[in-house]
C-alpha cells in the first residue's frame, strides 16, 4: 500500500468515525462493558488462584523419628526426592518450645516436661512444590527407615487439590464464553454500522476497488474503536481495583487473603484486555464486511 493509499485509508477512517459519530460510540461501549465484564473474571480467577498457591504453601508433611533415628541419612534421603521444595530438621527440644509458645501464658504447664521427660520425637517438616504432589511423598517417605508416623491432613490436603481444579474449570469456562459472546457482540454491532454504509461498499466495489482498498478504512475504524473501548474498561478497572486494594489494606487480614498488587502479574492482565479490545474491534470490523465484499 503507497503512501497516497494509506493517507486516504487514513482520512476515511476519521470521516467515517465523524460521519458515524454515535455507531462508534455504541461499539465502543460494548467493548468496554464486555471487557469489564471479562476483566472481572479474569481478576477473580487470578487472586482465587493467588489464593489457593497461598493455602498450598502452608501445606507441610510433618515426618516423625524413632528414638535414634539417623537423621544425616534421612536429610540425604529427602534431598534426593523430586517434588520437595525444602525440608527442616525440628528436634525434639524445639518442638517442645514451640509447643510451650503456642500456649502462650499457660506454657507453665509443660514445665515438667524438659530433658529426658520430653515426650516429642524429633521430626521433619517437609513441604512439597505442589499441593498434589503431598500424598506420594508422604507414601514414599513413610518407607525410610527410622521414620515412625506420618501426619500430613490427608482430607484437608484432598479437599484443597480437588477445590483447585474446580476453581481452573470455572475461571477458564467463564473466560472462554465471555470471549466467545463478545465478538459476537462486536460483530453484531459494527455489522449494524455497516449496513447503513452498503451503498458506499457497493461503489467502491464497481468501481474496481481492492477488498484490501475497501477493507483497510473499515478496519481502521475498528482498531480504534476497540482500543477506544478498552482503554475505557482498563481504567474503569483499574480504578476500581486499586481503590479496592487501598480499602482492604485498612483491614487486618490473613496473609492468604490479601489480593493480587505486584504489578508482574496485573500489568500483563490489563495490557491483555487493550490489545484484546483491539483485536475484537479489527477482526469484528473483517468479519462483518464480509457479507458486504459480495458484490
Known amino acids: 500500500?503507497?503512501?497516497n493509499s494509506l493517507w486516504y485509508c487514513l482520512r476515511q477512517t476519521f470521516v467515517s468515525l465523524h460521519r458515524n459519530c454515535w455507531l462508534g460510540v455504541a461499539s465502543a461501549a460494548m467493548i468496554t462493558v464486555t471487557l469489564v465484564i471479562l476483566g472481572t473474571v479474569l481478576l477473580i480467577a487470578v487472586n482465587a488462584g493467588h489464593f489457593m498457591r497461598n493455602i498450598e504453601s502452608t501445606v507441610e508433611i510433618n515426618v516423625f523419628l524413632d528414638d535414634g533415628?539417623?537423621?544425616?541419612?534421612l536429610r540425604q534421603r529427602l534431598n534426593g526426592l523430586r517434588g520437595v521444595e525444602n525440608h527442616t530438621f525440628i528436634s525434639r527440644e524445639?518442638?517442645?518450645?514451640e509447643l510451650k509458645e503456642s500456649f502462650g501464658e499457660k506454657s507453665d504447664l509443660l514445665a515438667g516436661f524438659e530433658g529426658e521427660n520430653n515426650p516429642l520425637p524429633d521430626s521433619f517438616r517437609v513441604k512439597a512444590l505442589e499441593a498434589e504432589a503431598v500424598?506420594?511423598?508422604a507414601h514414599q517417605i513413610s518407607f525410610f527407615p527410622g521414620v515412625n508416623k506420618i501426619?500430613?491432613?490427608?482430607?484437608?490436603?484432598?479437599r484443597l487439590v480437588e477445590a483447585s481444579r474446580w476453581v481452573n474449570m470455572i475461571a477458564l469456562g467463564a473466560v472462554i464464553l465471555l470471549a466467545a459472546g463478545a465478538v459476537?457482540?462486536?460483530?453484531?454491532?459494527?455489522r449494524l454500522s455497516l449496513v447503513a454504509r452498503e451503498d458506499e461498499v457497493g461503489i467502491m466495489k464497481y468501481l474496481?476497488?481492492?477488498n484490501w482498498f475497501v477493507r483497510s478504512p473499515f478496519v481502521l475504524e475498528g482498531i480504534f474503536v476497540g482500543l477506544t473501548g478498552a482503554l475505557a474498561a482498563v481504567t474503569v478497572l483499574g480504578g476500581t481495583?486499586?481503590?479496592?486494594?487501598?480499602?482492604?489494606?485498612?483491614?487486618?487480614?490473613i496473609f492468604f487473603l490479601r489480593p493480587v498488587t505486584d504489578r508482574e502479574t496485573l500489568a500483563p492482565l490489563f495490557l491483555g484486555l487493550l490489545g484484546l479490545g483491539v483485536l475484537m474491534g479489527g477482526a469484528g470490523s473483517w468479519i462483518s464486511l464480509r457479507k458486504f465484499l459480495r458484490v
Open 208 to 210: 474496481g476497488a481492492s
Open 69 to 73: 533415628a539417623d537423621v544425616p541419612d
Open 1 to 3: 500500500m503507497g503512501l
Open 135 to 137: 500424598p506420594a511423598l
Open 184 to 190: 459476537f457482540l462486536i460483530v453484531t454491532t459494527i
Open 151 to 158: 501426619r500430613y491432613g490427608e482430607e484437608y490436603v484432598d
Open 241 to 253: 481495583y486499586y481503590c479496592l486494594l487501598a480499602e482492604l489494606q485498612k483491614v487486618d487480614l
Open 94 to 97: 524445639q518442638a517442645l518450645q
